[in-house]
T-cell receptor, first 112, second 114 residues
Framework: DSGVTQTPKHLITATGQRVTLRCSPRSGDLSVYWYQQSLDQGLQFLIQYYNGEERAKGNILERFSAQQFPDLHSELNLSSLELGDSALYFC???????????FGPGTRLTVL | QKEVEQDPGPLSVPEGAIVSLNCTYSNSAFQYFMWYRQYSRKGPELLMYTYSSGNKEDGRFTAQVDKSSKYISLFIRDSQPSDSATYLCAMSARLTGGGNKLTFGTGTQLKVEL
């Protein structure tokens, strides 16, 4: 158990809908990262927050957004969902911005 | 060309064998090198972390980095059926603005057979 928690574990929704994924980092970690894992693309970095501020952006679609709250938990919002958004979404956390990252168990999103 | 290349396997070995997993990379800015283990549909689990060329050993695992050749390896000694998983190499470089991201290989699927 890495200490990173993610909810929900599974999410099934329809195209065009909007969902919110939640992540709580390990105790003491200030950085939160979001990754998407699909069969054809592997693990892809989406976005990083450090102590509430956006620090790095990867291949994140405009339909996706994230934020980190004062209690350091983070939410990833996915809107106007498409079939291709079906994937595993992982959250990771680290103490500082250049530290090793510890991953949560992931949220499996299925878009029908 | 991908920044990180990793042979996807699958790799099948008998129990007790020495396993060698490898990645090559093209981005000279990568400073930190990691190996993660991922069981089916679970979160990646950090196995090894290193930031310099050379070897680092932890139990049955040895990580090797050769920055001059842009090549990293993970060796697993006395492999066990419980080592059956997908192994992902990952690399990071500090970004402008102080951010950080991991760039992953595609993963090598390993099966250790009795």
């Amino acid at each position: 158990d890495s200490g990173v928690t993610q909810t929900p574990k599974h999410l099934i929704t329809a195209t065009g809908q909007r969902v919110t994924l939640r992540c709580s980092p390990r105790s003491g970690d200030l950085s939160v990262y979001w990754y998407q894992q699909s069969l054809d693309q592997g693990l892809q970095f989406l976005i990083q927050y450090y102590n509430g501020e956006e620090r790095a952006k990867g291949n994140i679609l405009e339909r996706f957004s994230a934020q980190q709250f004062p209690d350091l938990h983070s939410e990833l919002n996915l809107s106007s969902l498409e079939l291709g958004d079906s994937a595993l979404y992982f959250c990771a956390s680290s103490v500082w911005t250049a530290d090793t990252q510890y991953f949560g168990p992931g949220t499996r999103l299925t878009v029908l | 060309q991908k920044e990180v290349e990793q042979d996807p396997g699958p790799l099948s070995v008998p129990e007790g064998a020495i396993v060698s997993l490898n990645c090559t990379y093209s981005n000279s800015a990568f400073q930190y090198f990691m190996w993660y283990r991922q069981y089916s549909r679970k979160g990646p689990e950090l196995l090894m972390y290193t930031y310099s060329s050379g070897n680092k050993e932890d139990g049955r695992f040895t990580a090797q980095v050769d920055k001059s050749s842009k090549y990293i390896s993970l060796f697993i000694r006395d492999s066990q059926p419980s080592d059956s998983a997908t192994y992902l190499c990952a690399m990071s470089a500090r970004l402008t603005g102080g951010g950080n991201k991991l760039t992953f290989g595609t993963g090598t699927q390993l099966k250790v057979e009795l």
